[in-house]
């Protein structure tokens, strides 16, 4: 059972659109991930967060941003979607240094 | 920095054998290791952990895996698959620190498994 959300699971919109991505966690905890993960592809960090306020960009360069306002929402917005953002998006969460909890992911493809 | 391997990208078993998936890692400090599952349309559910002590580990779902660090090797089995094992694996390694924010996946091993 799920207790990082992420919405919506699914999106399909076009060129140029500006979009975000929630993921909401009701766990409490402090640090908070977005990987973006493509078929056959490792995941690849692209932004995390230690706690409000905080945010760092990951391993992996990419156009969105991120902002952690409340300690249980980090959400991702893209200004506007190009087709080479057709991804799958997870977001993850963890207290401390414990493992990372995910969430069920969206899928994005951008036409 | 750190790397990690996974060697077979699909592996397909008849369902009750044994299955063993391989994962090799590179660092030049210590590691922490990890074993995620993905099932279809789902977010990543972690299997087990190697943080320290004994190299043998055992996780959920009867898996286990074994930390070879001559080998640089923490490959996953089970003794006996069901139909419902079939899923992605990710093996996955970060660095032994304070922060161990930077945790590295391997490209996933899909795991069929066949009545």
């Known amino acids: 059972e799920a207790d990082i959300y992420q919405t919506p699971r699914y999106l399909v919109i076009g060129t140029g659109k500006k979009i975000t991505l929630e993921c909401s966690q009701t766990?409490?905890?402090?640090?908070m991930y977005w990987y973006q993960q493509d078929p056959g592809m490792e995941l690849h960090l692209i932004h995390y967060s230690y706690g409000v306020n905080s945010t760092e960009k990951g391993d992996l360069s990419s156009e969105s941003t991120v902002s952690r306002i409340r300690t249980e929402h980090f959400p991702l917005t893209l200004e506007s979607a190009r087709p080479s953002h057709t991804s799958q998006y997870l977001c993850?969460?963890?207290?401390?240094?414990?493992?990372?909890?995910f969430g069920n992911g969206t899928r994005l493809t951008v036409t | 920095a750190q790397s990690v391997t996974q060697l077979d990208s699909q592996v397909p078993v008849f369902e009750e054998a044994p299955v063993e998936l391989r994962c090799n890692y590179s660092s030049s400090v210590s590691v922490y290791l990890f074993w995620y599952v993905q099932y279809p349309n789902q977010g990543l559910q972690l299997l087990l952990k190697?943080?320290?002590?004994?190299?043998l580990v055992k996780g959920i779902n009867g898996f286990e895996a074994e930390f070879n660090k001559s080998q640089t090797s923490f490959h996953l089995r089970k003794p006996s698959v069901h139909i419902s094992d079939t899923a992605e694996y990710f093996c996955?390694?970060?660095?032994?620190?304070?922060?161990?924010?930077?945790?590295?996946f391997g490209t996933g091993t899909r795991l069929q498994v066949f009545p």
């Open positions: 766990m409490g905890h402090d640090k």
């Open positions: 996955a390694v970060s660095a032994v620190s304070y922060n161990t924010d930077k945790l590295i």
């Open positions: 190697y943080l320290s002590g004994s190299t």
């Open positions: 993850a969460s963890r207290w401390h240094n414990s493992p990372l909890h």
